[in-house]
């Protein structure tokens, strides 16, 4: 994302041409932005630019390059050949980038892809920069970038080739369910789909990601399409994902509910998706839930759902 996408103007920072390499960077308090929308991404890197320049810093602009999101996107910051107000003795010399993350906040593998391919295309001919991969503790006596991120630092995880991810198991498994028999909908009232058959034959509910036994959790990317029909005219319909916990009774609660689309139909039938990216806690699953607000029961007629996944 550019700092015209951001609505920047160029950077009046002074001019450089930094060539030693990329310092990694982090924010020093949990933002939680991986079990957020993209756009709270966007909305922190405004805010950020917004406190570097104000009356406490009073820099010229934000002090780093870039920042890599936990969404796996790149959003400029100073850029190119540019002066930073990153990391001193280091500023002029080195770019910056920040993945806004806290000492909790998980590093995703999407994160670590953006970081990789930021770095790839500082190494192109027109800015050939080298390779090397440092953090900001590197230059002076601090915490940044937090010690999960220096880990990858020092283990040479973010000096790898794009399209790997963290971990030696790089592929993302895959589940794809797809539910054809009608699902009766009451008003008011949440339903979990229950989805007729995965790719692989088996049958069950929608328990997406992990099951008990996969004890350490997941980072996934659902992307879901349901059909809805017999909605009143005019009446809401809804969809989210929801993440459950063992109740301690051999059941299940609600442990998160993941933020809520609410698609317009027109004559009674609704055909929407939804999709969202998240880090899944320890023996936790996954399911789609459903909810209409009209007067009559309506009914989900069918629907898919593909999972990518990586276990920790």
Same mark, same amino acid.
């Given at each position: 994302?550019?700092?015209?996408? !951001? ?14 390499? +990329? ?10 932005? #991986? ?8 909305? =922190? ?27 796996? @996107? ?8 540019? /002066?930073?107000? $990153?990391? *001193? ?10 993945? $806004?993350?806290?000492?909790?906040? *998980?590093? /995703? ?24 991969? !440092? ?14 991120? =220096? ?20 592929? *993302? ?8 028999? #009608? ?31 996969? /004890?350490?959790?997941? =980072? ?7 059909? !809805? ?5 005019? $009446?809401? #319909?809804?969809?989210? +994902?929801?993440? @459950?916990? *063992? ?26 998706? =939804?999709?969202?990216?998240?880090? +899944? ?32």
């Amino acid at each position: 994302m550019s700092r015209s996408d !951001l609505g920047w103007g160029s950077s009046p920072a002074e001019q450089a041409n930094p060539r030693s390499g +990329l310092v990694i960077h982090y924010d020093s308090s949990d933002q939680n932005l #991986a079990n957020k929308n993209h756009s709270s991404c966007v909305t =922190y890197w405004r805010n950020t630019r917004s406190f570097h320049t104000g009356p406490s810093r009073g820099w010229a602009d934000i002090g780093y390059s870039w920042m890599a999101c936990p969404h796996g @996107y790149v959003l400029e910051g100073r850029g190119l050949y540019r /002066t930073q107000a $990153a990391q *001193p003795g280091g500023n002029s010399s080195h770019y910056s980038c920040t993945l $806004a993350t806290g000492p909790s906040d *998980p590093i /995703t593998p999407d994160q670590i892809n953006a970081v990789r391919q930021l770095r790839q295309w500082l190494m192109e001919p027109d800015t050939s920069i080298s390779g090397k991969v !440092l953090g900001h503790r590197d230059f002076i006596s601090t915490s940044c970038p937090g010690d999960k991120a =220096y880990a990858l630092v020092k283990d040479g995880t973010f000096a790898k080739a794009p399209g790997n991810t963290e971990g030696d198991d790089d592929m *993302p498994s895959h589940r794809r369910f797809e539910k054809d028999k #009608a699902q009766k909908l009451e008003p008011g009232s949440w339903a979990s789909l229950a989805f007729d058959k995965r790719h692989d034959g088996e049958t069950g509910e929608f328990y997406a990601l992990v099951g008990v036994e996969e /004890t350490k959790g997941a =980072y996934y990317d659902i992307s879901v399409g349901v059909t !809805l029909e017999g909605l009143d005219s005019g $009446a809401e #319909a809804q969809i989210r +994902l929801t993440e @459950y916990e *063992p109740n301690g009774d051999g059941g299940w609660k609600v442990a998160r509910n993941r933020p809520i689309d609410s698609p317009v139909h027109v004559g009674g039938r609704a055909h929407f998706t =939804y999709s969202w990216k998240g880090n +899944l806690g320890e023996g936790r699953r996954v399911r789609v839930r459903v909810a209409q607000y009209g007067k009559v029961e309506a009914q989900v007629t069918s629907a898919t759902a593909d999972v990518f996944y990586w276990k920790r």
